[in-house]
């Protein structure tokens, strides 16, 4: 009880501090990188009044009041989107995805995706979409609302709670077939899929995750789960609320009928054809490559980052050259968790290394991400009137990617977290 009580303490004094920040700010860096043009404008300053952008370009006035961040040196860029998270999954190397989903309680999930929801801000990603807690219910809404209320520090969160999976698709399995095992994720089919959706926005789904295929039993390949018919249903429902689909799929058949039942992004797409990413272009559905799962599991298995790389992580290349080529929107998300929290900007310098111009990563990160997630309006990119988050890295991320990782200021809706 005593621990208790400190704690709350503590989340009161650092919320009374944030209150405490000044009206306005004015960054100076060496350049600014706006999000949107892939070219950084050098000697651009940042004005931000109250939770937003005021001001951007060469010839900024500093207000009496604002305060002045001197961030010579460093590029100051809209704060990072990850595209695909799992806040409540660590690193496989230290528990299994089966013991993670089986044998921890779900206090102890959510403690540690606390700590992950404070790596990934002071990373500079302010903002996620965290693509289903994998097992831990819809405890993502509430990890969502301790943030928004300021009781921890945290990126923005869009939430796709449980995610949906046809019955007997996913996992953990190899259990003896009586016995009810705690899933994944939820089950749902025909019908019952447009009424578990509409419950999942009801509690509080800002996305709906689907899973379009996956290993019926293991050591399978994937296959598909649901019919292209099942998929219409469920993204009607979710589009006629205003929600985005996204559609877990590596198999082209998945792909296919994820595109054509209208799903907004594809998630890993590992056996994409040319011809499935042509279908994916003509229907503006974005692909999210997931390069960083595929490295991070290949590591885990014993790769040692040497070429030839494993078939797994070069059919994540494959796929995302296939992609590149058919002019698909990308999507910036690594499926961290897989790896680790903090560590978001392994699927950017992934990107880059598999041959993307670092300064198109940069904008797909930032406010191609923001576009694809349908939240353009309010952030993704330094546009007065959009919401402030800003980040500021120590050299030009434009001509060497690494830079991304060099973090040395974080503000997100005009709050600081972290300042040279
Ligand atoms: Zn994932």
Same mark, same amino acid.
């Given at each position: ?245 996204? +559609?877990? &799929?590596?198999? #082209?058949? $998945?792909?296919? *009928? /994820? ?10 797409? =590992? ?42 992580? +070069?059919? &994540?290349?494959? #796929?995302? $050259?296939?992609? *590149? /080529? ?10 961290? =968790? ?53 980040? /500021? ?28």
């Amino acid at each position: 009880m005593l621990r208790l009580t400190a704690v709350i303490c503590l989340a009161l004094l650092s919320a009374s501090a944030l209150a405490a920040d000044p009206a306005a700010w004015l960054l100076k860096p060496a350049r600014v990188f706006d999000g949107v043009d892939p070219k950084p404008h050098e000697g651009w300053t940042v004005l931000v009044r109250g939770d937003k952008i005021e001001a951007v370009g060469p010839s900024v006035q500093t207000p009496a009041d604002a305060t002045v961040v001197d961030l010579a040196g460093k590029t100051v860029l809209p704060g990072l989107i990850e595209g695909h998270s799992h806040l409540f999954l660590h690193p496989y190397n230290e528990t299994s995805w089966d013991d993670q989903v089986l044998h921890e309680p779900l206090a102890l999930r959510t403690a540690r995706a606390t700590v992950a929801a404070k790596a990934t801000l002071l990373a500079g990603f302010t903002t996620v979409r965290d693509l289903g807690t994998e097992g831990a219910g819809y405890a993502d809404v509430g990890l969502k609302q301790a943030i928004e209320q300021g009781i921890i520090p945290g990126p923005r969160m869009l939430v796709a709670t449980r995610a949906l999976v046809a019955t007997g698709a996913y996992g953990p399995k190899g259990f003896e077939a009586n016995v009810a095992i705690p899933q994944g994720a939820e089950e749902a089919d025909g019908a019952n899929l447009v009424t578990a959706v509409r419950h999942q926005m009801g509690a509080g789904a800002d996305v709906v995750k689907l899973y379009a295929d996956y290993h019926w039993r293991p050591g399978e390949p994937s296959r598909p789960t649901f019919s292209e018919a099942e998929m219409r249903a469920a993204v009607e429902a979710a589009h006629s609320a205003g929600r985005t689909v996204a +559609a877990h &799929a590596n198999t #082209a058949e $998945g792909m296919r *009928r /994820a595109i054509l039942a209208g799903v907004d992004t594809i998630e890993h797409g =590992g056996e994409g054809t040319a011809e499935v990413f042509k279908l994916m272009k003509e229907h503006g559905v974005c692909y999210c490559p997931t390069l960083a799962a595929s490295d991070a599991v290949a590591h885990y298995k014993g790769w040692n980052g040497t070429e030839p790389a494993p078939s797994m992580v +070069a059919e &994540a290349r494959k #796929a995302f $050259g296939l992609a *590149r /080529a058919a002019g698909v929107n990308m999507c910036v998300g690594g499926d961290v =968790g897989v790896f680790a929290h903090g560590e978001n900007a392994r699927e950017i310098e992934l990107m880059v290394a598999a041959g993307m111009p670092a300064a198109q990563a940069l904008v797909a990160a930032t406010s191609g991400n923001a576009r694809a997630f349908h939240v353009g309006d309010r952030f993704g990119s330094l546009t007065p009137g959009l919401l402030a988050d800003v980040i /500021a890295v120590e050299g030009d991320p434009t001509r060497d990617i690494h830079a991304v990782r060099a973090v040395q200021f974080v503000m997100k809706g005009g709050k600081v977290y972290a300042k040279p």
